[in-house]
């Protein structure tokens, strides 16, 4: 019996090695799996985040290249706008009184298109005033700055509109 249980161990003890060996060998191949794995992982979560801060680039390159496209066109667009001016001196005489006024006239056109019939403006010149800001003063379409009061003036209004809000 004894002879027999030597026997059955010389088998056996091989397949338990080779068992051993192989499970052994199952655990290190895992591992580096794993380790293979990661390092997939690992580099495709770096190219991932590369696309998509490579695409926020370009949508902002986009958006910012429509906002200067828009700007431009807009720019031409008003730039194709520009009022036609003429003015001249008129008297009128009554038997007490010789009163000068300015006559001045305005319209506006789109290239060459006449947007609007003549505007006209008369104002009453006294002896020393300057015709050119007498002229610019009373122009509908030309562009003229406020004067403080009035910018005071908006100032407030916007202040209290923000309160009321």
Request: some cysteine; aromatic content about 8%; glycine content about 4%.
């Amino acid at each position: 019996m004894m002879s027999e249980m030597t026997a059955l161990l010389w088998i056996l003890l091989p397949l338990f090695v080779a068992a051993g060996s192989a499970l052994l060998a199952f655990y290190i191949m895992q591992a580096k799996l794993e380790v293979a794995v990661a390092k997939e992982r690992e580099s495709l979560a770096e190219a991932t985040a590369t696309i998509r801060a490579q695409e926020k680039l370009i949508e902002e390159k986009v958006r910012a290249a429509e906002e200067s496209t828009m700007r431009r066109a807009l720019d031409q667009f008003l730039g194709d706008f520009r009022v036609e001016e003429r003015h001249y001196m008129r008297e009128n005489k009554t038997m007490f009184l010789n009163r000068k006024s300015l006559v001045l006239q305005e319209r506006l056109f789109f290239r060459n298109i006449p947007l609007s019939n003549w505007v006209e403006h008369e104002m009453v010149v006294e002896e020393g005033n300057d015709l050119k800001n007498l002229a610019k003063s009373c122009s509908i379409f030309s562009t003229r700055s406020l004067s403080s009061d009035e910018v005071n003036q908006n100032a407030r209004l916007l202040s209290g509109g923000m309160r009321a809000s």
